[in-house]
């Protein structure tokens, strides 16, 4: 559950929908990521892939915590970022709505267990 601070380079941020990979977002110098994860603790919403040479920070949980807890204002600021990356997300996605449908995919059903033979009984 660490965030990362972008240092220099780029990075996209992409989520797959279907069969799809789609970009929704930049990181550039000075961005951070992985705020949403740090704040719920829910599993990552999105993929983060280097465009170019870049390097990040890691800024820790264990020290995050511990400045959010003595920094005043520190846990909403990092709240207001994870809204601000769940807005723009909707507004680039906002045709899903009625193409998902059409994306979702349905793997196909799991092949049966090997069925072992029937075992046959000794007559008595």
Not at 4 to 25: H, L, P
């Amino acid at each position: 559950k660490d965030m990362y601070a972008v240092v220099s380079g780029e990075f996209k941020t992409v989520q797959r929908v279907g069969f799809v990979q789609k970009e929704f977002d930049r990181c550039c110098l000075g961005d951070v990521i992985g705020e949403g994860r740090f704040l719920t603790g829910e599993p990552r919403s999105a993929s983060v892939v280097a465009t170019q040479n870049s390097s990040v920070a890691v800024l820790e949980e264990r020290k995050l915590t511990t400045l959010c807890e003595t920094v005043p204002g520190l846990k909403e600021e990092v709240a207001a970022l994870v809204q601000e990356h769940k807005r723009n997300f909707a507004q680039r996605f906002s045709w899903l709505d009625t193409a998902k449908p059409q994306l979702d995919y349905h793997p196909p059903p799991a092949p049966e267990e090997a069925r072992s033979p029937p075992q046959r009984h000794p007559e008595e």
